[in-house]
């Protein structure tokens, strides 16, 4: 069955420096997005894409933070300059178009798990 | 206001039981969907049940079936037979119709834990 992948599945970093989290969709799907996860918190929405842009974000998203997808099958999450208040689980999703009558869940990745000291 | 909320934080249950998850919703837009994911002690989300809001029927997967009552603004969750791999985070989640990228609001989840 196909599946959101994530990679890596923990990133340590130090406060200041950049990370790009990865994701690959599953194939066909057309609606990728990035949430987060504060240990012991909820899930939390920080941005959608769509036909190359961005179609919805949060008020988490700010500039530190970039999506893009550089090709046809990864999906990135780049924070430029991380701090300790980033340190979550960081989610991708995907999702096939909306049809009439379909459930059209988002799949999720298994998470990237994100420590800034 | 919370657009999601579940009310219990833990809940216990034995193994082979029933179980009811608590999830309250709030919208004003008449288009919108429910869902809940199970989220293992391993991190990942787990698709498993989803009501419209236009959906005649309440929504039902092998154990899982969601009592929706529309007028009381209700999505919640029943487990029947409870096994002892349900012992996870169940988190409730909202799409609003009208959002672009139809994104997803949870709750703050309930922690369910079965007991042999």
């Known amino acids: 069955e196909p599946e959101v992948t994530q990679t890596p599945s923990h990133q340590v970093t130090q406060m200041g420096q950049e990370v790009i989290l990865r994701c690959v969709p599953i194939s066909n799907h057309l609606y990728f997005y990035w949430y987060r996860q504060i240990l012991g918190q909820k899930v939390e929405f920080l941005v959608s894409?769509?036909?190359?842009?961005?179609?919805?974000k949060s008020e988490i998203f700010d500039d530190q933070f970039s999506v893009e997808r550089p090709d046809g099958s990864n999906f990135t999450l780049k924070i430029r300059s991380t701090k300790l208040e980033d340190s979550a689980m960081y989610f991708c999703?995907?999702?096939?178009?909306?049809?009439?009558?379909?459930?059209?869940?988002?799949?999720f990745g298994p998470g990237t798990r994100l420590t800034v000291l | 206001a919370q657009k999601i909320t579940q009310t219990q934080p833990g809940m216990f249950v034995q193994e082979k039981e029933a179980v009811t998850l608590d999830c309250t919703y709030d919208t004003s837009d008449p288009s919108y969907g429910l869902f809940w994911y199970k989220q293992p002690s391993s991190g990942e989300m787990i698709f498993l049940i989803y009501q419209g809001s236009y959906d005649q029927q309440n929504a039902t997967e092998g154990r899982y079936s969601l009592n929706f009552q529309k007028a009381r603004k209700s999505a919640n969750l029943v487990i029947s037979a409870s096994q002892l791999g349900d012992s996870a985070m169940y988190f409730c989640a909202m799409r609003e119709g009208n959002n672009a990228g139809n994104m997803l609001t949870f709750g703050g989840g309930t922690r369910l834990m079965v007991k042999p």
């Open positions: 894409f769509y036909n190359n842009e961005i179609s919805e």
């Open positions: 999703a995907s999702r096939v178009p909306r049809d009439r009558g379909q459930v059209n869940e988002q799949f």
